[in-house]
């Protein structure tokens, strides 16, 4: 009994492995194009550009620079030249590290993505196109064997068969591309993590500059006379005017205090004097006719 049209394709159906790398492969196209999208972002290189805009850092220098020549010489102006000197050395290394990701990142990934998974996919389709062609002449032969439609039949089933081996080997190669963006992405993060060390470096080594300078300049504030400013004269003006109206305000006391005290002094005295005045008793005085009759009744005795 001749087989049908769907019973020779459940025969020449593909093997399982095959079919099974095809749906490993379209997967990881899709997840490809994220994560490709995802690495334009964080390395900001979608293609070089002749006159790309300054990144913060260079926007950073330029400031520097522009205000460097107002102040010659002195801490500011070290610490203006050591931000300038590190924001552009590391603009740079983030530039050249960001191309290099790009080349060695996203192009590899982009061409397969772009080039080689639409060309698989039509060598794919290809293939089973092929197959059914080959299907349909097997079932030909089938319903009524003729020398033409016999030669026919091996024809399409020579040349799918060539077609089917060299796809399947492209199949098998591609089912492992997963294994080359493993490798890509480790040379994204092995890139950045060597550009975050030599960043952190020198940004540590202009942060000791700056901090030095900044340290310098205030030893030499400390060590140089300082101008007095008018608020500053009128505040002392006034303290000096506070202080002397305190001092003659506690002579005042004083005097005030030392007026009362003596004021008592003396007062106690006088008084201890007129007592004293008062406790003396004065004899009566003598008259004159006395000491007369006295001085004549001694004569007479005499």
């Known amino acids: 009994?001749?087989?049908?049209?769907?019973?020779?394709?459940?025969?020449?159906?593909?093997?399982?492995?095959?079919?099974?790398?095809i749906n490993f492969i379209k997967i990881t196209q899709e997840y490809t194009q994220d994560v490709v999208a995802a690495i334009e972002k964080l390395i900001n290189a979608s293609q070089p550009k002749?006159?790309?805009?300054?990144?913060?850092?260079?926007?950073?220098?330029?400031?520097?620079?522009?205000?460097?020549?107002?102040?010659?010489s002195g801490s500011f102006y070290?610490?203006?030249?050591?931000?300038?000197?590190?924001?552009i050395s590391v603009a740079k290394q983030e530039r050249e590290a960001q191309m290099d990701a790009f080349q060695r990142v996203v192009v590899p990934m982009k061409s397969w993505i772009q080039e080689?998974?639409?060309?698989?996919?039509?060598d794919i389709k290809k293939c089973y196109y092929l197959k059914d062609k080959m299907d349909r002449s097997m079932a030909s032969v089938e319903a009524r064997k003729t020398p033409e439609r016999l030669m026919r039949a091996q024809e399409a089933k020579n040349k799918h068969q060539i077609f089917f081996e060299r796809v399947k080997n492209e199949v098998m190669r591609y089912?492992?591309?997963?294994?080359?963006?493993?490798?890509?992405?480790?040379?994204?993060?092995?890139?950045?993590?060597?550009?975050?060390?030599k960043a952190k470096d020198e940004f540590l080594a202009a942060f000791i500059?700056?901090?030095?300078?900044?340290?310098?300049?205030?030893?030499?504030?400390?060590?140089?006379?300082?101008?007095?400013?008018?608020?500053?004269?009128?505040?002392?003006?006034?303290?000096?005017?506070?202080?002397?109206?305190s001092k003659k305000k506690a002579v005042e006391e004083i005097n005030l205090k030392s007026d009362k005290s003596e004021g008592q002094k003396i007062s106690k005295k006088r008084k201890?004097?007129?007592?004293?005045?008062?406790?003396?008793?004065l004899d009566k005085p003598e008259k004159q006719t006395d000491k007369k009759e006295k001085s004549v009744e001694t004569e007479k005795k005499n």
């Not at 394709?9 to 790398?21: G, I, Q, T, V, W």
């Not at 070290?78 to 924001?87: D, F, G, H, P, S």
């Open 209 to 245: 500059k700056c901090e030095a300078e900044i340290n310098a300049g205030n030893a030499a504030l400390k060590e140089a006379p300082k101008y007095t400013t008018v608020e500053e004269i009128d505040l002392k003006e006034s303290k000096k005017d506070s202080e002397k109206k």
């Open 50 to 72: 002749r006159h790309s805009k300054p990144n913060d850092l260079e926007r950073l220098a330029h400031v520097a620079q522009k205000y460097m020549p107002y102040f010659v």
């Open 272 to 281: 201890k004097t007129e007592e004293q005045i008062a406790s003396i008793k």
């Open 175 to 197: 089912k492992a591309v997963h294994r080359h963006h493993m490798q890509c992405l480790k040379v994204l993060m092995l890139k950045n993590y060597q550009f975050e060390r």
């Open 1 to 21: 009994m001749p087989k049908t049209l769907n019973e020779i394709k459940k025969l020449s159906a593909y093997p399982d492995n095959f079919e099974k790398a």
């Open 78 to 87: 070290e610490a203006l030249q050591a931000t300038a000197t590190v924001c």
């Open 116 to 122: 080689d998974y639409p060309r698989l996919m039509k």
